[in-house]
């Protein structure tokens, strides 16, 4: 049976890359109609399949109750389009009636038509790509679109029936203070969203960002001020009636966290359509290559595009458990932990708790390990201290 409960779909197209990005995506827009023939075919191929590559069988027993259209830019796609994909799944998953449908969209991309179209398609919650309300902070990084064009973004969205509009915004970008970050906060809650991702800018390689960073075109931030944002981060949203839930994600209450991103923190099984898609059953990873025309030349003679798998080892499975844990205000609980692996974390850590708990940077209550902001200030740092200790 499909155990899964959440579907992703990679939409890999932009009209332009973003400085900072490494997600897979292609600026090759002409492409996107035998990109969507592809898609719907390794959907439908997944229901009877899935269960190769170690993935759970029989998709049409599962019920889907989150589908996240992700990217890229799904707001490329024309409403009609997105509509289709969606009826795909729908045709070949059980997706609950009150099911958390999001799609992102980059400020530009759409206008009023769009969105009100995207409502009736089934969509019920935004994911806004806003990333700064400050021109030219949007300048450095490659965006698209101006601030005023977020906010009349924004306008449109709310006027269009969506209720549940989550903002993305970027800090530490070089020269940033803690003064124009609280400035961007404060316009982003003039908008009232639901939810708000909030993310260190990160150098990932191969990213022309980083490429700069390495001609000496401009020195990061260095770790100080990004803890001192991300301080200032938790600190400002929290004291204006959100919920700092996970490391970079902030909700107006349970209600508006992010069910589909949280079934990731939760470990739970998920697929994933598109290229660098991945899907997890639990015990098994697998992911499709990074490539669209080998996507569709897969898929065009009946072939799952699927670039590898590994199944993840007790070892692995307990590193990944304590790092996506700790990354959320509840942390850890104990009793599952000593269910999921037969052994007791405290006897087991004890060295590291003591620790951790003697810098103050964390506490074990009502059967719980979790860590302070502090101690999330420091997060990669004891993340990587107990995988050291598993591997």
Not at 18 to 25: E, P
Not at 235 to 247: A, D, K, P, S
Not at 261 to 290: E, I, K, Q
Request: a negative charge.
């Amino acid at each position: 049976m499909c155990n899964s409960k959440s579907i992703y779909i990679h939409i890999p197209f932009c009209l332009r890359k973003c400085a900072y990005c490494d997600f897979y995506s292609e600026t090759r827009l002409s492409l996107i109609p035998d990109y969507l023939k592809a898609l719907d075919q390794e959907i439908v191929l997944r229901v009877p399949l899935c269960g190769s590559s170690g993935l759970p069988s029989n998709g049409l027993a599962s019920i889907i109750d989150t589908v996240y259209l992700g990217g890229g830019t799904p707001s490329l796609l024309a409403v009609t389009q997105i509509g289709q994909v969606l009826q795909t799944v729908r045709d070949n998953f059980r997706v609950s009636p009150d099911a958390e449908i999001t799609a992102e969209i980059n400020p530009g991309t759409v206008d009023s038509d769009y969105l009100a179209g995207l409502k009736e398609t089934g969509v019920n919650r935004l994911s806004i790509g806003v990333q700064s309300f400050d021109d030219a902070k949007l300048v450095f990084l490659g965006r698209i679109h101006t601030a005023e064009e977020a906010l009349k973004t924004l306008d449109r969205a709310e006027t269009a029936g969506f209720e549940n509009i989550s903002l993305d915004l970027i800090y530490g970008v070089p020269g940033e203070t803690r003064a124009a970050w609280i400035k961007d906060l404060k316009k982003a809650l003039g908008r009232r969203p639901s939810h708000i991702s909030a993310y260190m800018l990160t150098l990932e390689p191969g990213t022309p960002l980083a490429d700069q960073v390495k001609q000496r075109v401009f020195i990061p931030v260095g770790s100080d001020m990004m803890s001192l944002l991300f301080q200032t981060t938790s600190q400002y949203l929290t004291r204006n009636g959100f919920e700092h839930y996970e490391i970079s994600n902030f909700s107006r209450g349970r209600a508006n966290r992010s069910r589909h991103n949280s079934r990731y923190w939760d470990l739970t099984s998920y697929l994933g359509f598109g290229p660098g898609a991945h899907s997890y059953d639990g015990a098994v990873r697998s992911w499709n290559h990074r490539s669209i025309d080998g996507y569709i030349t897969d898929l065009s003679s009946g072939r799952l595009p699927v670039e590898d798998q590994e199944t993840l080892t007790l070892e692995q499975k307990m590193a990944e458990f304590i790092m996506l844990r700790l990354r959320t205000l509840e942390g850890l609980d104990l009793d599952e932990f000593q269910d999921r692996f037969q052994l007791p974390f405290t006897k087991r850590f004890e060295i590291i708790l003591s620790r951790i708990l003697g810098e103050n940077l964390g506490s074990i209550e009502n059967g719980r390990f979790s860590l302070n902001l502090e101690g999330r200030t420091f997060l990669n740092g004891i993340v990587e201290t107990f995988s050291a200790e598993i591997l």
